[in-house]
Structure formats: C-alpha cells, structure tokens
C-alpha cells in the first residue's frame, strides 16, 4: 500500500513557475514509477508526465514539453514536477499517481490546485 501527498499547488501569473511535491509513504517506494495527471473543471484526467522507479525514465505530455521537469528522490520518497513559464491552460487540479510500472497507476494523491492567471 501507497499513500500520495501533493503538495506545492498554488496560484501564480502566467509565465512563473511553481513546483509540486508528492511524497509518498512506505518502504517500497523507489520500486514504483511515478506520474503526474491534470484535471481542469468540467474536463477528463490527463496525463502529464511520468517517471520511471529509477529516474532514469522521463515522460511528457506535449503541451508541457520542455517547460515541466519531473524528478525524483528516493531518499525522501518524493517526487517533484518543476513548473516553468505557466499559462493560463494550465490550471488544473495536479494529481500524482503510483503504480508498478510507467502507465499502471495503482495508487492516487488527493490533488493540489493550481492556478494561472493571464
């Protein structure tokens, strides 16, 4: 068992930057891959990036290509999604999700919001 705690959300003007956390309890954690998903109001859960157990591994969403950074830590079971040159399409509850294996996502946070404004 899993539990994910988002944190970092928040608002900001488009073009900053904003840098989510998700910690994750359990000894196990470094055996897991990682990713972020968004939901905008009224709209699907969408991925948006992913990593895998080691770190080696790094995926991305389109839309965020080469302005979000996710990384990891296993000594602090913790992973971290950089948030750079926001814009407004961007607004969105941030979830972060576990699971064995890149694109299995067993476990789920509770979400962070995150805000851009124009």
């Known amino acids: 068992q899993v539990q994910l705690v988002e944190s970092g959300g928040g608002l900001v003007q488009a073009g900053g930057s904003l840098r989510l956390s998700c910690a994750a309890s359990?000894?196990?954690?470094?055996?897991?891959?990682m990713g972020w998903f968004r939901q905008a109001p009224g709209k699907e859960r969408k991925f948006v990036a992913a990593?895998?157990?080691?770190?080696?591994?790094?995926y991305y969403a389109d839309s965020v290509k080469g302005r979000f950074t996710l990384s990891r830590d296993n000594a602090k079971n913790t992973v971290y999604l950089q948030m750079n040159s926001l814009k407004p399409e961007d607004t969105a509850v941030y979830y972060c999700?576990?699971?064995?294996?890149?694109?299995?996502?067993?476990?789920w946070g509770q979400g962070t919001q995150v805000t851009v404004s124009s």
């Open positions: 990593i895998s157990w080691s770190g080696g591994s790094t």
């Open positions: 999700a576990a699971g064995e294996r890149v694109g299995v996502n067993s476990y």
């Open positions: 359990g000894r196990t954690f470094s055996s897991y891959a």
